[in-house]
């Protein structure tokens, strides 16, 4: 059973930095697409940023290219996302995901294993 733990959340002012962190756990995941997605308040659930395990091809939302970068470290099984000059808009609950599945197809499948969410809060 795979599980996700995310950290690294917390208060930011409007243009500065933070990194979440996501550590993946119960088996190996040389044929998995890990990645993020976030929910902002009253909003639905958006894909941010993908990054294959093998390989470390890497697939960003529109609203977040050139802002955010999404990584891996197979040696301690964790997935990153450095976010930077964030605005209020990137408020919300960061969640990280981990499916079979191809870089392309990650942020269309539903089906795949999801953590418990970290809050990244944005002030202007």
């Known amino acids: 059973q795979v599980q996700l733990v995310e950290s690294g959340g917390g208060l930011v002012q409007a243009g500065g930095s933070l990194r979440l962190s996501c550590l993946a756990a119960g088996r190996t995941f040389s044929t998995y697409t890990m990645g993020w997605f976030r929910q902002g308040p009253g909003k639905g659930r958006e894909f941010v940023a993908a990054?294959?395990?093998?390989?470390?091809?890497?697939y960003y939302a529109d609203s977040v290219k050139g802002r955010f970068t999404v990584s891996r470290d197979e040696a301690k099984n964790l997935v990153y996302l450095q976010m930077s000059s964030l605005t209020p808009e990137d408020t919300a609950v960061y969640y990280c995901a981990a499916k079979e599945v191809p870089l392309y197809f990650f942020r269309t499948t539903s089906r795949g294993s999801w953590g418990q969410g970290t809050q990244v809060t944005v002030s202007s």
């Open positions: 990054v294959r395990w093998s390989g470390g091809g890497t």
